[in-house]
């Protein structure tokens, strides 16, 4: 019986003492984890479309191009 009193003790003040520090360590771990920033690579998808579109005009005045230069042989 002295045994599950004493656990009954220990118990007990883990539990109060859990009950001090645990809103300390939850609150010290929400402040500590900021957001992630948002993406920022819209620059980026901009260039490369505009890269895209002006490949796709050297490729259609190359073979507006080399029709007219075949010709003339």
């Known amino acids: 019986m002295a045994f599950f009193r004493a656990a ?3 118990l007990a003040i883990y539990a109060l ?3 001090i ?3 300390a360590v939850l609150e010290a ?3 500590s984890l900021a957001p992630a920033p948002g993406p920022s690579s819209v620059g980026t998808s901009i ?3 505009i890269a ?3 490949m796709i005009v050297a490729l259609v005045l190359t073979y507006l ?3 007219l ?3 003339s042989h």
Request: glycine residues 4%.
């Open 47 to 49: 260039d490369q479309g």
């Open 65 to 67: 191009i080399h029709p």
């Open 21 to 23: 520090f645990s809103p």
């Open 17 to 19: 003492v859990f009950a």
């Open 52 to 54: 895209y579109v002006l």
């Open 69 to 71: 230069d075949a010709s």
């Open 29 to 31: 771990q929400s402040l």
């Open 8 to 10: 009954s003790e220990v």
